[in-house]
């Protein structure tokens, strides 16, 4: 049945990896690798079914123009490589397109651009848009501009918001390795997993942190907590090697296919547990524990007993019990400095004592994922 929604799937997201465009030395860009994989998209567009691509690669295309041999540390570094790579790459995948006569569109995005309602519904819009158009769009994080504090950090995790906020029939992402194996596939004795049927079941793999070459930013772990984000989303995920593009864009059991829920989380929700930094931590009691976690309530500053960390209203932070194992994530109403002078008080008598705008809330329900 799930192997059915691959195959009928009618907007798909596609995302790459750098590792899997650059060459051995992961500072040029592999022209048959990206030649292959346009083949296999627009293949796959002349059948009547929507593309998108998730691309990386611009940080690592713009390290050989610059003189670079390996992927810099610093920020200011990494943003100026992408500046120069990402007009090279978008170059490269335009003349590739234009072989089966399509047009690519550039789109490039920060975390704002997909949780901040006013922005994703205009990026919404846009991806809409160039679909609708014959366009082919091709989607990467604004590496130029991103700082550490707002960016999303890897492209699996944008490919699997993207999907979500496109209401995407498929994700497929491709790697260096063709499928999902029980442990590192370098090991003797591993085995390729072929299905995961729930998120329960992802807890007991294990995983690698950086891909073959060096370029990337993730490798293995990140496309785990992408295929996590997008079957919370209700949305099946097919992991891959490029090589098997085709095949797994085809619907041929190829890869790993990891099952999609029943259910969709918000866009910003997912965010929130998913590709999120917490800026800090509020203890909590055990009737708040019980309160948040039991029967879905907000948190109130009555159960406030800690808080530790340096962040600002509106702000990511956990939500752990006095144990401190983090029970919660939320988007907190107050200051770090503030919260101290609202522990365990009710908002009632804080609304006397310091104002009506201090009777609510730290965190609203409905800016709160369990985790």
């Known amino acids: 049945m799930m192997r059915e929604r691959v195959s009928s799937a009618k907007r798909i997201v596609v995302k790459v990896g750098s590792s899997s465009l650059t060459g051995a030395e992961g500072s040029t860009l592999d022209n048959n690798a990206i030649d292959g994989l346009v083949d296999a998209l627009a293949t796959t ?3 009547g079914r929507e593309v998108l691509l998730v691309s990386s690669g611009a940080i690592a295309t713009g390290l050989g123009p610059l003189g670079l041999k390996v992927r ?7 943003q100026a490589a992408a500046s120069v790579g990402q007009g090279l790459l978008m170059h490269r995948y335009t003349e590739s397109f234009a072989r089966h006569g399509m047009t690519a569109g550039q789109i490039l995005l920060t975390a704002e651009d997909v949780i901040r309602r006013s922005h994703y519904q205009n990026a919404q819009r846009t991806l809409t848009r160039l679909l609708a158009l014959n366009v082919v769009p091709i989607i990467n994080e604004n590496d130029t501009v991103a700082t550490h504090e707002i960016r999303l950090g890897d492209n699996d995790r944008l490919a699997a918001l993207v999907a979500h906020l496109v209401h995407a029939d498929l994700l497929v992402l491709l790697s260096d390795v063709d499928s999902l194996y029980t442990a590192d596939p370098k090991r003797s004795g591993v085995s390729p ?4 049927r729930s998120i329960e079941a ?9 891909g073959g070459a060096g370029v990337g930013t993730g490798g293995m772990a990140t496309k785990i907590e992408a295929a996590r984000i ?3 989303a209700g949305i099946p995920v097919v992991l891959t090697s490029m090589t098997h593009a085709a095949h797994a864009l085809a619907g041929e059991e190829i890869g790993t296919l990891f099952y999609g829920s029943d259910q969709r989380r918000s866009l910003r929700l997912l965010w929130l547990a998913h590709a999120s930094s917490p800026r800090g931590r509020v203890v909590l009691d055990s009737g708040a524990v019980a309160a948040v976690v039991d029967r ?3 948190l109130l500053p009555a159960g406030v007993v800690g808080v530790s960390g340096d962040f600002a209203a509106g702000e990511p932070v956990d939500l752990v019990d006095e144990a401190g194992v983090v029970v919660a994530r939320g988007l907190i109403a107050f200051d770090s400095s503030e919260i101290p002078l609202l522990m365990g008080r009710s908002t009632k008598e804080l609304g006397v004592s310091m104002g009506a705008e201090y009777e ?11 985790i």
Do not use: F, N, W
């Open 45 to 47: 567009r002349k059948t």
């Open 193 to 196: 997993i072929r299905e995961v």
């Open 230 to 232: 997008a079957m919370t």
């Open 72 to 78: 810099p540390k610093d920020l200011a570094t990494q």
């Open 360 to 370: 609510r809330e730290l965190v609203h329900r409905d800016d709160l994922v369990l």
């Open 296 to 298: 879905r309530l907000s």
């Open 202 to 210: 992802l807890g007991e793999i294990e995983v690698r942190k950086i």
